[in-house]
């Protein structure tokens, strides 16, 4: 007859020791509290505050003064609006003044971005997947001297162009402007990263196993993983000629070829020429026209250039 201690041994054998579950760690009150709701700053919060008031004052005075006329722009305080609504008339009379030489302007600074930006884009996609996927003898090389061309300014290169543009017979041209907003390394450095991360090599192998080439293989693999980056640039280097200056002021004499920076420049240096007219009224209304087209490239592409620009920050 067996006794209670072998078939408990029996027991154990045949059915293999138990274990008890780990007790579960509580986290304390106060770390679960810290965790669901992060403590604030005070002064982090006021410096916000601080950044928030430099950028949105000066839009929300532009904004308001394009409603003012030019008299209302003396006689009322500049954060609000006069006795006159006049921004429909302001915005009438800048289509219109000088035989309304704004709208040739606006065209010729779509022209310099299309042409431009869209170009400066086309080229860092190409360089930077090229500088990405393929190995080639000089590639340090190419990538220092991308690395020294982020860091120099484009001022510093803007004499240097336009002697070479005068031998060679370019200035007073568009191609002046366009030519130069081609080539921006900093674009193709951001291209250069962004395919490294974003195409995966066992991807480009798999299309070149299945038979297809590379000029397919770039189009309807890898484009498609570019996107992203794609707008971001497009977005840096539309952003770059909308706003450019210096190189137009230097390269262009023809007010019929000037960009919308030039020409509101020109408008506001009529004040102080010997009997110019003042239209302080149509500069800041032309400014707000200005930079709706950014404001709404930004707002309509934000989730390509958010995505865009968080690519790469994570290593896996």
């Not at 138990?18 to 770390?31: F, I, N």
């Not at 950044?51 to 394009?66: E, F, K, Q, R």
């Not at 302007?105 to 086309?122: E, P, S």
């Not at 191609?175 to 974003?198: D, R």
Request: glycine share 8%.
């Amino acid at each position: 007859m067996a006794t209670p201690t072998r078939t408990a041994a029996r027991t154990t054998r045949a059915t293999g020791p138990r274990h008890a579950p780990p007790p579960r760690l509580r986290t304390p009150r106060r770390q679960r509290h810290s965790l669901a709701r992060p403590r604030r700053s005070v002064p982090l919060t006021l410096l916000t505050g601080l950044v928030v008031l430099y950028t949105l004052v000066p839009l929300l005075w532009l904004v308001i003064s394009a409603t003012k006329s030019q008299e209302g722009l003396a006689d009322s305080f500049g954060l609000w609006f006069g006795g006159d609504f006049s921004l429909w008339d302001n915005v009438k009379e800048t289509f219109t003044y000088n035989d309304g030489v704004f709208t040739r302007w606006l065209l010729n600074t779509l022209l310099y971005v299309v042409l431009g930006a869209g170009g400066a884009t086309v080229l860092a996609v190409l360089g930077g997947y090229a500088l990405a996927k393929f190995d080639f003898p000089g590639k340090r090389v190419v990538f220092a001297v991308v690395i020294g061309a982020v860091a120099v300014p484009g001022t510093a290169l803007a004499v240097p162009t336009f002697l070479m543009f005068g031998e060679m017979g370019l200035t007073n041209t568009p191609w002046a402007v366009i030519i130069p907003s081609l080539i921006s390394p900093f674009g193709l450095y951001l291209m250069w990263v962004f395919a490294t991360e974003a195409i995966p090599a066992e991807l480009l192998e798999a299309a070149r196993v299945d038979g297809a080439g590379e000029l397919r293989t770039f189009v309807q693999v890898c484009l498609p993983l570019l996107a992203p980056g794609m707008v971001t640039v497009l977005l840096f280097t539309m952003v770059q000629t909308w706003n450019n200056y210096f190189l137009p002021l230097i390269m262009i004499k023809d007010p019929d070829w000037y960009p919308l920076t030039l020409g509101l420049n020109s408008w506001n240096a009529q004040a102080s020429t010997a009997g110019g007219e003042p239209v302080f009224h149509l500069v800041i209304t032309g400014s707000l026209i200005t930079i709706l087209p950014l404001i709404a490239a930004f707002l309509l592409l934000q989730k390509f250039w958010q995505s865009g620009l968080a690519a790469g920050s994570v290593k896996e």
